[in-house]
């Protein structure tokens, strides 16, 4: 699973984080940063709730 | 409350401002339209048609898409009651009428600002505001909530967002009123809605035509400074649309934060155990404040113009169509909502979609929930009591849904007492 924050659109509201925080963490730039490029298959339900939440739909979950 | 064979596709209005006057939010027939319609075209006078979309779904499929789905065209729908002509330049061009690519690059100027890290330090800020509003009615048994409370703390945060120095602070707030409230009679200066608008509009550009030209030569830290000094595709922002920067941001948090704050209180009025349920528990300060924004939903709606066919829940649009999204219909939605006509402080999860979604997300969000937090943290200490002291009369707009008078007979504790 592949996922990606469009840094344009991220402007920190921190949804991502609360919801899948071995994934996403805001930091001092107010932007959103991955800690997995590729979070295992586990955390499928739980870091597409977080691009669901994403009040700017920043967040876009491929399948590769 | 009728029953639902009263109602009729060819009959129900949901765009009449007097409608919105008499009888508030048109519930009953969005809940008959997300039934029987969710996607319905509507053909009113003097009114230019439009597909009502009043599912959850739908509004968030529709906001992620901001290049397929435009606001430039036509950002609201809106009852030409006057017979106006459409004229030839429009009024303003600022974030809610403009699209990809721009829209992200005059957003950028100021969203920093405006982030859960950028409204932190206006909190103390926040609570000497409402601290003093509060005060000032302490001591009394009767006001009208919206006059003596509900309309001066958003203004005033802005103002002090803006640095507009206090003295200016009541010709601000007459602005406001006259240009979002021009189809409301009482807040015609002009004889026609359209030149109360118009007139309000002048004075505030020409206000802050003024404070530009200071703040360019004495940048200070205050977002007209912000703005004043900002650089688009690095080049300096134009002055018209500098200046409809600042009618935005002195508009967009004004009538919708005080809304959020009067509905909410008639919402605690009304439901006096979800009250004493805040007084008792202060921790749900922040579910509450999300409830009581999906409760008043205080946007009624924006528009959306296609750009290309396109297909909503099996409906073809076509392009050059417009959508319109009813938010307070969507943050009602029973196949996303448990007992969404239930006021209850502590839902969770509140997944509303209030604040919009998307590309034009409101920008103030962050602001707006810590304004609230505060404001209803000290109602719930101070406030001993509260209830109607008369009619509730609402504004006569289908845009934003507002209640212009609140008489309250209420006991109000000085804060010290509350401390
Ligand atoms: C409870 C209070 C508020 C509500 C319910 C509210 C609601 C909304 C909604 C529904 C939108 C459009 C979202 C979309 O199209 O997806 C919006 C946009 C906006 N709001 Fe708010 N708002 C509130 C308070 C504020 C405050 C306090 C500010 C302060 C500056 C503000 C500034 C803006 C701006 C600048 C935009 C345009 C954003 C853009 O187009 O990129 N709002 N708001
Ligand atoms: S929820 Fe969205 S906007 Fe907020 S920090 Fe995460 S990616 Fe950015």
């Known amino acids: 699973m592949k996922v990606v924050v469009d840094q344009k659109l991220c402007e920190g509201n921190t949804k991502c984080q609360q919801t899948a925080p071995e994934v996403f963490e805001v930091r001092d730039d107010d932007k959103s940063h991955l800690l997995i490029d590729n979070p295992p298959e586990r955390m499928r339900e739980k870091v597409k709730l977080a691009a669901k939440l994403c009040p700017r739909q920043a967040i876009t979950v491929s399948d590769d | ?419």
């Open chain 2, 1 to 419: 409350m009728e029953t639902e064979s009263a109602l009729s596709l060819e009959s129900l209005n949901i765009i009449g401002p007097d409608h919105y006057a008499k009888n508030g939010y048109p519930h009953r027939e969005w809940t008959y339209l997300r039934k029987h319609k969710p996607v319905f075209w509507c053909e009113y006078p003097k009114t230019d048609p439009f597909w009502a979309i009043t599912k959850h779904a739908d509004i968030i499929q529709i906001s992620k898409q901001p290049r397929l789905f435009l606001n430039g065209p036509r950002l609201l729908v809106f009852v030409n009651e006057m017979g106006l002509e459409r004229s030839p330049t429009p009024p303003f061009r600022h974030l809610l009428d403009m699209d990809p690519p721009d829209h992200g690059e005059y957003r950028a100027v100021v969203s920093r600002r405006f982030t859960p890290r950028g409204v932190r330090p206006l909190q103390p800020e926040i609570e000497n505001i409402t601290r003093q509003v509060l005060d000032d009615v302490t001591g009394r048994d009767k006001c009208d909530f919206v006059l003596d409370v509900s309309s001066k703390i958003p203004l005033a945060v802005i103002a002090e967002l803006l640095g507009v120095p206090h003295k200016d602070w009541e010709q601000l707030f007459r602005w406001t009123n006259e240009t979002i409230g021009g189809g409301d009679p009482e807040f015609q200066a002009g004889t026609t809605a359209q030149e109360t608008m118009d007139r309000s509009r002048l004075g505030l550009f020409q206000y802050f035509t003024d404070m530009v030209v200071e703040r360019m030569k004495h940048p200070a830290n205050d977002i007209t400074s912000v703005v004043a000094n900002g650089k688009v595709n690095g080049q300096p922002i134009p002055q018209f649309e500098m200046l409809s920067y600042y009618f935005l941001l002195v508009v967009a948090g004004n009538e919708t934060t005080r809304n959020a704050t009067t509905g909410g209180l008639l919402a605690f009025i009304e439901h006096p155990d979800q009250w004493q349920k805040l007084k008792r528990n202060p921790e749900l300060i922040d579910s509450a404040v999300e409830e009581i924004v999906r409760w008043t939903t205080p946007v009624i709606q924006f528009a959306r113009t296609a750009t290309e066919d396109t297909v909503i829940r099996g409906q073809k649009i076509k392009a050059g169509e417009s959508v319109c999204l009813f938010y307070p219909s969507a943050n009602r939605d029973e196949e996303v909502f448990e007992q969404p006509f239930k006021f209850d402080i502590g839902r969770d999860p509140n997944p509303h979609i209030a604040f919009g979604l998307g590309e034009h997300f409101c920008l103030g969000a962050n602001l707006a929930r810590l304004e609230l937090k505060v404001i209803f943290s000290q109602l719930a200490q101070r406030l001993d009591h509260a209830e109607l002291a008369g009619p509730v009369e609402r504004l006569r707009s289908s845009f934003v849904g507002g209640i212009k008078h609140m008489p309250i007979r209420m006991k109000m504790k000085p804060a010290a007492a509350a401390a």
